[in-house]
C-alpha cells in the first residue's frame, strides 16, 4: 500500500542521497547501517519492560532503520547505479531485520508468542511471494495490505501507544499477524489470475 508514497519519498530525499553518495557513501553502506540500527531496535525492545525510555527509543531505532532502507533505494538509483548484487545483499538484509525485530518482541515477552510467530511467518512469506512471483514474470510490488513499510509503521505506532494504553504492542502484532497473511492470500490470488489469464492466451 505504500509502495507509491515510498518512491514519492524517495524522491523527495534524492538530495541527501545525492550528498551521501558524494561524501562516500554507497548504498550497501546505508542497507548495512539499517541491519546495525535493527539490532539496536531489538536490544532495546528486549529491554522495553525494563523502562519506558528503552519502550521510546526501539520505535524511533525501528523507523531510522526503515528510513536507511528508503535511502539506499534513492542512492541507487542516482545515476541508474542500482545493481543486481545490491539489490540482492538488500533483500537479505531486510529479512534478517524483520526477523531481528520480532524476535525480539518474543524475547522481551511484549506479544502473545503464537502472534508473535503467526505475523514473523507471515511476514517472511510477503516478501517470498512477491520473490517467487518476480521470479515467474509477476510484478507483486504494491500488492496486498502489508508488505514492509506498513509492517514497520504498525510494529513503530503500537510501541509508542503502548507507553499509554498497556498491550498495545501485542494487538499490534495480532494485526499483523492477521493482515500479513491476508497480503500473501492477497498475492496468491493475484499471482493465479495473472497467469491463468496468461495461459489462457497462449
Request: overall charge positive.
Amino acid at each position: 500500500m505504500l509502495t507509491k508514497l515510498k518512491q514519492k519519498f524517495q524522491l523527495k530525499i534524492a538530495g541527501l542521497a545525492k550528498k551521501l553518495w558524494n561524501a562516500g557513501l554507497t548504498p550497501n553502506i546505508v542497507s548495512g547501517l539499517g541491519i546495525v540500527l535493527a539490532v539496536l531496535c531489538a536490544a532495546t525492545y528486549v529491554r522495553a519492560k525494563e523502562s519506558t525510555f528503552f519502550l521510546l527509543l526501539a520505535p524511533v531505532l525501528l523507523l531510522l532503520s526503515g528510513f536507511c532502507d528508503a535511502l539506499d533505494g534513492a542512492m541507487a538509483r542516482l545515476g541508474s547505479r542500482e545493481t543486481a548484487f545490491g539489490s540482492f545483499i538488500d533483500s537479505i538484509l531486510d529479512r534478517y531485520s524483520d526477523t531481528i525485530v520480532y524476535s525480539s518482541i518474543l524475547i522481551g515477552d511484549l506479544c502473545e508468542i503464537h502472534w508473535g510467530l503467526t505475523a514473523l511467518i507471515g511476514s517472511l512469506l510477503v516478501s517470498y511471494t512477491r520473490a517467487k512471483g518476480e521470479v515467474e514474470g509477476v510484478k507483486m510490488e504494491a500488492v496486498g495490505l502489508m508488505e514492509r513499510p506498513e509492517r514497520i509503521l504498525v510494529i513503530a505506532t503500537a510501541t509508542f501507544v503502548t507507553v499509554r494504553v498497556e498491550n498495545a504492542l501485542n494487538w499490534g502484532i495480532f494485526l499483523l499477524a492477521v493482515l500479513t497473511n491476508l497480503t500473501v492470500i492477497q498475492r496468491i490470488i493475484h499471482f493465479y489470475k495473472l497467469t491463468n489469464k496468461a495461459s489462457k492466451e497462449i
